[in-house]
């Protein structure tokens, strides 16, 4: 079921604590798409997927219109939107057994489409088959971890078969590792069962690794919304840059092809004037020696070699905060890192949002790579 917003706008309060959630958003989201809305705390996020939900309506003089396929439901109510949701804190009835959370839609809906008990109780026994809880089916939510928890909430907003499924960062509240499965999950189910989903979050990491897309909010407004490579590769913004990911950030005054930042000093392409460069960790190379084009001196402060790649602090007297790089172990080891050493950044690539030029610009290193 695809999903259309058009002029979705948002303001709460009145006269002078009027505030503005929303600004007209416009999204269309394909039939059987999974896109997970990422933004900070306060960007929209909630008003937005509530809107959709039909549990909140959108500003009612902007011509706001919501349309799952062809049907509109701008004022359908929300019994009627056919949806399912999951929120972040699991609010599963206590005084029943999971297999009874799960079935809970189901018996109560009108006499004349209620399944069979028989039929119900099939279907429950199938959906805690997915979330593998069967087991667990006559324990109650208090008896549970907050993954399992979690995974009952899932399989009871399916029960009810809906086309769409709404989830507000619904696994905040758990541990990394549970968080890793039960994305997992969510991805297996949502393309086993073949509905669309809306996904909020405000992790990064969980939005890319999760969504078809990924549509980045501040402020009430979509700043970008692409796959997770592009908004990655190619952000539209500063904003979306610095979001995604950890950032270093040269600031300083060219002249004449030269950035000059204290005693560092790199050769750029640019006209002269105040310039801020932004760098992601792996684009920064570490070295013994300065090159003819990059005379960055660091030392290093922190070392952490947890993971794939090894994570090096770094700090300089131009440096207004610290950098992060992201280096090989080989390179790790070569370079023989310890906390204190000298060393030079060299930066691979870098990239700059110049306040008047809405399209992002790239060195002239990564446009040849
Ligand atoms: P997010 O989910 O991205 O954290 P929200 O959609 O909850 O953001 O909030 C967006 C903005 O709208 C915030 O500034 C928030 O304070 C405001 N807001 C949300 N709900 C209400 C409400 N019921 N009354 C007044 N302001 C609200
Ligand atoms: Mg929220």
């Known amino acids: 079921m695809s999903i259309r917003l058009h002029n979705i706008g948002k303001h709460f309060g009145s006269g002078r604590q009027r505030t503005q959630a929303l600004e007209p958003v416009n999204l269309d989201i394909h039939d059987g798409e999974l896109v997970g809305l990422l933004g900070p705390s306060g960007s929209g996020k909630t008003t937005l997927l509530r809107i959709i939900a039909g549990l909140e309506h959108a500003d009612p003089d902007g011509g706001a219109r919501i349309l799952f396929g062809e049907r509109d439901v701008t004022n359908v109510h929300v019994r009627d939107r056919r949806i399912g949701f999951v929120f972040q804190h699991y609010a599963l009835f206590r005084h029943m057994t999971v ?55 899932l399989a009871r907003a399916l029960a009810l078969r809906p086309d769409v499924l709404l989830l507000d960062e619904p696994f905040g509240a758990l541990d990394a590792k549970v968080r890793q499965d039960l994305r997992r999950w969510l991805r297996h189910l949502h393309d086993e069962l073949g ?63 030269t950035l000059t930042c204290g005693e560092a000093r790199l050769s750029v392409e640019l006209p002269d004037g105040s310039e801020e460069l932004l760098l992601r960790p792996h684009e920064v190379r570490l070295a013994e020696a300065p090159t003819p084009e990059a005379h960055l001196p660091v030392t290093v402060t922190a070392i ?52 008047a030029s809405p399209a992002p610009a790239l060195s002239p290193l990564a446009r040849a790579a």
């Open 99 to 153: 297999f009874d959370n799960v079935a809970f839609g189901l018996t109560v809906m009108p006499r004349r489409n209620r399944p069979t008990s028989g039929e119900i109780r099939a279907r429950v026994h199938r959906l805690l088959e997915m979330v593998q809880l069967e087991q667990l089916a006559h324990r109650y939510p208090a008896q549970l971890s907050g993954g399992q928890q979690q995974r009952v909430s």
């Open 195 to 257: 509905f669309t989903s809306l996904f909020v979050t405000h992790d990064q990491e969980e939005a890319l690794e999760l969504s078809d897309r990924v549509a980045v909010m501040s402020n009430g407004r979509i700043e970008q919304i692409d796959t997770p490579d592009a908004v990655y590769r190619s952000p539209a913004n500063h904003f979306v840059f610095e979001f995604l990911g950890d950032v270093n950030h040269l600031e300083g005054e060219v002249r004449d092809g």
């Open 304 to 355: 952490s070699p947890v993971g794939a790649e090894v994570r090096v602090e770094l700090t300089a007297d131009w440096l207004g905060e610290p950098w992060l790089a992201t280096v090989r172990h080989a390179d790790y080891e070569r370079l023989g890192l310890s906390r204190g050493q000298r060393l030079y950044a060299i930066p691979r690539r870098w990239h700059r949002f110049p306040d």
